[in-house]
């Protein structure tokens, strides 16, 4: 009952204050709506990255450690780890491939997997229509089958009902599908949509022929623990049998295996989330304690005029314990009704995050979204609202001195010097937690700004990128070169076209780069040790049409041919590091385990690598020598490039009619997306820099201008003691600055220890630029100017009669 | 002889929400360097607000105002305050002190505004807070205080910064009578020292105090009479 009449009270007291509570609300709607949504995102993309899995989060990743660094674990390692640990309840491995699916007459390449084991069973997803793969279709010997996704059976196959039992050709062997698997389930490689699954035994022994990735090699092997059974038993259960196997091994690996939470899985576009959002979620957090801060000084400031209503309660026998529950149910009124309203906000805003993604040559499925834990953490948040701006208002406002109170009758004096100190403690911590946001957000932005402006050492104007994956063609891999090598000669011809080369991977593009261990000849490494670098298979021409200059030796041409003396060219720094003062043309090295190759040219440095630190060096080789799946057309165009599309595709069609361009995209569009997840950060970090500023400005200015009010008698007394307007002025705005003075000293340092963090978080922040703390500085300490000056000038042209009858 | 302060025509009209209330009408008044004027009259007839006027508090609607032979009409804010500061000294019914600061605070502030140095204005704030016998409280906060030492600590700092006039606003008003008591023998005292003082008070007992005393009834003077010469209350 007690509580059922605080309630109404409360809801009273807020319907009478309308602005009050409007303010109010929407401020808490704003700090708790930023949150559920960022909350929302996290969890939906990085806790559970899997989509139409059920309880995907519970998943775990099995994942050697080589030399200190993660790498992928053998299909025949997976073989014995799943056979003898005894801690899984079922597992499965998969691998991502570029597949060429042929229907009709027509085919399409599209991204799939090959799974091993249970796939389905862990993944705990069911058909649709027809079955799943059991493993049993996954042995040696047995006929291989495909289960379409329900998005690739729509799109591809018109919902055909009668799609399951029929065959096509899968990388030009007959395959039959048996089945489509339920809506919403995209695959295990998080934010990525797969078109189909097939089991790796019959893939292998159907392709074997034409595959050019390493069969032993899966990408992901996931599992289910047993009941009872804890990540750490299993990782140890599964190091002691790697261990075992070290002897064993053949390979001349170190590899030890791992058991690790899905949410610490390499590959999918969670790992690459994983970063933002978690800076996110600390600005949000920040957003968030601003905001309950700038409604307690709220509650506060009306809890002091709510003094004598206070002290007549407890003359009238009320308890402290009642006055403390009045003021918290005040408090939870507001916190619920905010976070209504900021559910509500997050729930329009849930799917924002996608139009920060960036183009990317893969078909996507981010499905950012509010599950049930974001409505709980909503309904949480709300309740932690409460008790963050009511708990000390609470305190303080029934720690009335009843005779003073009711003696001043609720005057503007009765104000207690521990509520000014504790509203001037709430600025200070607005303050600090702004100067400490905006500093992140300039640093992640000047930092964006500093790459996206840094040379990249290739032009990027003017420049057309077509991508062909030879998995849609029948085409033998021997073939592929020279369709490539007629496609460049009809494209050179074209109007408009300056230059035209091909390459395997495309600089900056953040899908991906290879990698290779070179070892140059005479030089010697240890075991692990040996370098590494960027490796990308080009065609002739392809340093002069991406405008990288060629400083010794030659460019590559057709005689480099397959079957030739296997040649590379390597980037400067290459040169310079292991061939120091020495000519490097006609040096040789050894690719991996591979035969020599000869240096025939060195180029200027580029910077290949999208995300994470460039792996230093790059080498170059000619495509004919080492075929690749997929190849990207470079066209360095006089004008607009998207006038060599519609010829592109024509030249394309003559030449192979049933190969498509799989995309087409200006270069600079992959340097633009190179620093996609700094690029959320620094976008919506931005957002909410600002949103904090005008928090924090408000705040401020609410708090002085109350304050101010509060002591026009004071000020009064000092207009009659001789102080102008320019002394109250200072005397105003010197309080107020003194608050910033001390939040900017603190949201500095907090920035400074908060920016290390982040670096370690994003490889690309380092320390924050001094250049970004005077900018932030002077943004921060002109606003305040601004927002303590107007209760200032107010104060400083206070009419003194007036003020001094003011009671 | 010139007198202090010199008011002719004063008038001050409130305006608010289209209604005009006439505070004060063609007000005359002389007071002469070294008197002490006493200002009476019932609640509401204006007293304050020519006190307010005397003060520069606030500014009459109409007529002439001249302060130790000078106009005191039309000043810029910035001059207005210094003549508050150095030449009138206020004691307030409510004291008026800022309960943040200490007594010594409180006191040396004028001399802060007048931008006076940190040696001599602690000697002359405690030269007066000895003279209202409350050097003792120097550190204490006027909260810590009795009503009549609050107000001796008001009367200090009045006199801290050596004023022309002292204006006082009622200022037994909230003493009790042994208190209100003290606070006019200290008034009586500074008076006898030569200090000019101009008290607004309704209350008898003190306006004998006086040596002369102005009547005033709805915003008019409407008499003004003379103590005996060596009339000693």
């Known amino acids: 009952m007690t509580m059922l009449h605080d309630l109404r009270f409360a809801l009273r007291l807020h319907l009478k204050r309308p602005l009050f509570t409007l303010i109010a609300v929407l401020c808490l709607a704003l700090g708790i709506g930023v949150n559920v949504t960022i909350f929302g995102w996290f969890s939906s993309t990085v806790l559970n990255p899997l989509q139409g899995v059920a309880r995907s989060g519970e998943l775990v990743i099995i994942d050697g450690l080589e030399k200190g660094e993660r790498t992928s674990v053998k299909y025949s390692d997976y073989l014995e780890y799943r056979l003898a640990t005894g801690v899984f309840q079922n597992s499965c491995g998969a691998d991502m491939r570029s597949l060429g699916i042929r229907h009709q007459e027509r085919t399409e390449a599209v991204q799939g997997q090959i799974v091993t084991g249970d796939f389905f069973g862990t993944m705990e997803v069911g058909p649709a229509l027809g079955r799943t793969l059991t493993p049993q279709d996954c042995r040696r010997g047995q006929p291989l089958v495909a289960v379409l996704s329900h998005d690739y059976w729509v799109r591809r196959f018109l919902s055909d009902p009668g799609i399951v039992g029929q065959s096509v050709l899968l990388q030009g062997s007959p395959c039959t599908i048996v089945g489509v698997a339920k809506a919403g389930f995209h695959g295990s490689m998080s934010g990525l949509a797969m078109a189909c699954w097939v089991p790796l035994e019959p893939y292998l022994d159907a392709t074997q022929a034409s595959s050019d990735r390493n069969p032993d090699d899966l990408n992901d092997i996931f599992a289910r623990l047993k009941p009872g059974v804890s990540l750490s038993q299993a990782s140890d259960r599964v190091l002691a049998l790697s261990k075992e196997r070290a002897h064993q091994r053949t390979d001349n690996r170190d590899l030890e295996a791992y058991v690790y939470p899905i949410t610490e899985n390499r590959h999918g576009i969670h790992g690459v989330l994983r970063a933002p959002m978690l800076i996110l979620g600390f600005a949000a957090a920040f957003l968030f304690l601003v905001a309950c801060s700038n409604v307690a000084n709220l509650i506060l400031a009306r809890g002091a005029e709510r003094q004598g209503e206070f002290a007549l309660r407890l003359a009238l026998g009320g308890s402290k314990g009642r006055l403390i529950s009045q003021v918290m149910m005040e408090g939870l009124l507001l916190g619920l009704a905010g976070g209504l309203v900021g559910l509500l906000a997050a729930w329009a805003s849930q799917r924002v995050l996608l139009g920060f993604m960036p183009p990317t040559n893969f078909r996507m499925a981010l499905d950012p979204h509010l599950g049930g834990t974001a409505i709980a953490f909503a309904f949480g948040l709300s309740l932690l609202t409460c008790l963050l701006v009511s708990v000390l208002p609470a305190l303080l406002s029934s720690n009335v001195k009843l005779a003073s109170a009711m003696k001043e009758g609720g005057s503007k004096e009765s104000q207690s010097i521990r509520q000014r100190r504790m509203m001037s403690a709430l600025i200070v911590v607005e303050l600090t937690l702004a100067t400490l946001l905006l500093t992140l957000t300039g640093h992640v932005i000047h930092t964006m700004k500093t790459l996206q402006a840094a040379p990249t050492g290739f032009g990027m104007k003017n420049q057309l990128v077509a991508g062909i994956d030879f998995a849609a063609s029948d085409l033998e891999s021997a073939k592929r070169p020279l369709l490539i090598q007629d496609l460049l000669l009809r494209a050179r011809q074209l109007p408009g076209v300056v230059s035209a080369s091909a390459g395997f991977t495309v600089p900056r593009d953040f899908s991906g780069f290879y990698g290779c261990s070179f070892i140059p000849e005479g030089q010697t490494f240890a075991k692990g040790a040996e370098p590494k670098g960027d490796w990308n298979p080009v065609f002739p021409d392809y340093f002069r049409t991406l405008g990288i200059p060629l400083l010794q030796g030659r460019e590559f041409n057709t005689g480099d041919a397959a079957g030739s003396e296997p040649v590379a060219i390597v980037d400067q720094r290459l040169a310079r590091r292991f061939w120091p003062g020495q000519d490097p043309i006609g040096k040789r090295m050894r690719m991996g385990s591979k035969e020599l190759v000869n240096v025939v040219g060195v180029v200027r440095d580029i910077k290949h690598s999208a995300m994470g630190p460039d792996r230093g060096y790059t080498v170059f080789q000619p495509f004919t020598q080492n075929p690749m799946s997929s190849i990207a057309l470079h066209l360095h165009t006089e004008g607009s490039p998207w006038s060599l599309v519609a010829p592109l595709r024509t030249a394309l069609a003559d030449l192979a009619p049933s190969l498509p361009l799989a995309y087409t995209r200006e270069l600079v569009s992959f340097h633009e997306g190179a620093q996609f997840p700094l690029r959320i950060a620094a976008q919506i970090l931005g957002f909410l820099g600002l949103v904090t500023l005008l928090l924090a400005t408000v705040g401020t200015y609410g708090l002085i201008s109350h304050a101010t009010t509060r002591r026009s008698r004071e000020f009064g007394i000092r207009l009659s003691l001789g102080a102008t307007p320019g002394n109250l002025y200072r005397l105003v705005v010197g309080q107020g600055a003194r608050l910033a003075g001390i939040a900017f000293v603190l949201g500095l340092a907090g920035a400074l220890a908060l920016g290390k963090a982040m670096a370690s978080l994003i490889t690309e922040l380092g320390a924050v630029d001094p250049w970004v703390i005077i900018g932030v500085t002077l943004i921060l300490a002109s606003v305040t100017l601004l927002a303590l000056s107007i209760p200032a000038w107010r104060a400083a042209f206070l009419e003194p009669s007036k003020a001094l009858r003011d009671e | 002889m010139t007198p202090l302060i010199h008011l002719e025509s004063i008038k001050k009209v409130f305006t608010t929400d289209e209604i005009e209330t006439h505070a004060l009408a063609d007000i005359h008044l002389d007071i002469k360097e070294g008197e002490f004027l006493s200002i009476a009259g019932p609640s509401g007839c204006g007293k304050s607000t020519l006190l307010s006027i005397l003060g520069l508090l606030d500014t009459p609607t109409d007529g002439t105002y001249i302060l130790n032979k000078k106009p ?19 004691i307030f019914q409510s004291f008026n002190l800022i309960g943040d600061l200490t007594v010594f605070e409180n006191v040396e502030l004028p001399l802060v505004y007048r931008g006076m140095s940190v040696g001599e204005r602690r000697a002359r704030a405690m030269g007066v807070l000895e003279e209202v016998g409350m050097s003792h409280r120097a550190k204490h906060l006027p909260s810590q205080l009795s009503g009549g030492q609050q107000q001796r600590v008001a009367v200090a700092r009045a006199l801290a910064g050596r004023p022309s006039v002292l204006l006082a606003d009622e200022p ?62």
Not at chain 2, 72 to 90: D, H, M, V, Y
Not at chain 2, 218 to 223: A, T
């Open chain 2, 72 to 90: 005191a009409s039309g000043l810029k804010l910035s001059e207005r305050a210094r003549i508050r500061n150095r030449e009138i000294g206020f």
């Open chain 2, 172 to 233: 037994t008003g909230n003493l009790d009578s042994t208190n209100g008591e003290a606070v006019m023998d200290l008034l009586k005292d500074l008076h006898q020292r030569g200090s000019t003082i101009c008290m607004v008070t309704h209350d008898t007992r003190f306006t004998a105090f006086a040596e002369r005393t102005v009547h005033l009834f709805d915003g008019r003077i409407v008499s003004e009479e003379e103590a005996a010469k060596n009339h000693v209350p």
